[in-house]
């Protein structure tokens, strides 16, 4: 290596008021991606490398394209839609709740863990939620706890 460490910490007072995305997986080994819109109330294990969470972003946006736009709601989420295109679900925070996620945009053929190189599906076992991608609405919380919200 040339030096530089392997592994970069992002920490939450870099994530605060600034857009920062995040990935996890389901308990089915779906594959999402966050949009935590300045909300720093994500899974630690998110924040624990940088360049990992940037190989796997990169390694969605790569992927050919496997289905139509899907976008529940239509409007403002349909320019959402690229990693949903690509097989991963789309979350977006919810304004004023912190660790709540709306689901806006949802794959027809998700992307499953076993897809993805091994090193980026070591790290993103690391961040195995414990819930199923598809609700309408999850709380995450910063130990990885995670819950489908009614409503």
Known sequence: MSGVPEHTVVTREEITDVEFDWFAADTQGHVAQFLAAGDPHVPEAALASEELLEAVHVWIDTRPEREEPNAPAGGF???????????????????????????????????????????????????????????????????????????
């Open 77 to 151: 989420d349909e320019h959402l839609t690229p990693p949903q295109r690509r097989g991963a679900y789309v979350y977006d925070h919810v304004p004023e709740e912190p660790g709540v996620y709306r689901l806006v945009a949802a794959p027809r053929q998700p992307l499953k863990l076993e897809e993805f190189p091994e090193r980026l599906r070591s790290y993103l076992l690391g961040l195995i939620l414990p819930t199923v991608f598809g609700a309408g609405r999850i709380r995450v919380g910063e130990d990885g706890k995670a819950e489908a919200l009614q409503g």
